[in-house]
């Protein structure tokens, strides 16, 4: 399994995870910048 790191949070998550988070429309530049941090 792949993982990868948010900032803030200390133990890796799986690609799995992250793959499945909701982009949130209202706050677009947040969630994209979320999205290439990983």
């Known amino acids: 399994m792949k993982y990868g790191s948010v900032k803030g949070v200390e133990k890796p998550i799986s690609r799995?995870?992250?793959?499945?988070?909701?982009?949130?429309?209202?706050?677009?530049?947040k969630s994209f910048k979320l999205m290439d941090d990983v």
């Open 16 to 29: 799995l995870v992250l793959g499945t988070m909701i982009i949130n429309l209202n706050e677009r530049e």
